[in-house]
């Protein structure tokens, strides 16, 4: 099994900061790919940002230019560095990783319990 635990969520203004982390932990193998996701009250779950395994990050439209993903390979962890945040920005705040849990297995989603992070206008 893997785990995933986040943390970082908090209340904060407009125009804020927060900076979230994910640690993953257990039968691990590889990571492939780690993001973060995202889900406000009555709303789909979305994608934010993802941090491919040859290195490379893709973003969400609406998040583009004020949210940084980034990753520690050798520590199984990633992060999110939201600036500017906005109230629409208000959701809980999912990891996701795709773990090969041994070599050639096939990689699996893992996700975290969620964090919640919520901007005040």
């Known amino acids: 099994q893997v785990q995933l635990v986040e943390s970082g969520g908090d209340l904060v203004q407009a125009g804020g900061s927060l900076r979230l982390s994910c640690v993953a932990s257990?039968?691990?193998?590889?990571?492939?790919?780690m993001s973060w996701y995202r889900q406000a009250p009555g709303k789909q779950r979305e994608l934010v940002a993802r941090?491919?395994?040859?290195?490379?990050?893709i973003y969400a439209e609406s998040v583009k230019g004020r949210f940084t993903i980034s990753r520690d390979n050798a520590k199984n962890t990633v992060n999110l560095q939201m600036n500017s945040l906005k109230s629409e920005d208000t959701a809980v705040y999912y990891c996701?990783?795709?773990?090969?849990?041994?070599?050639?297995?096939?990689?699996?989603?893992?996700w975290g319990q969620g964090t919640q992070v919520t901007v005040s206008s």
């Open positions: 257990g039968n691990i193998f590889r990571i492939i790919t």
């Open positions: 996701n990783a795709d773990v090969e849990s041994r070599k050639l297995s096939g990689a699996l989603p893992y």
């Open positions: 941090f491919t395994n040859s290195g490379s990050a």
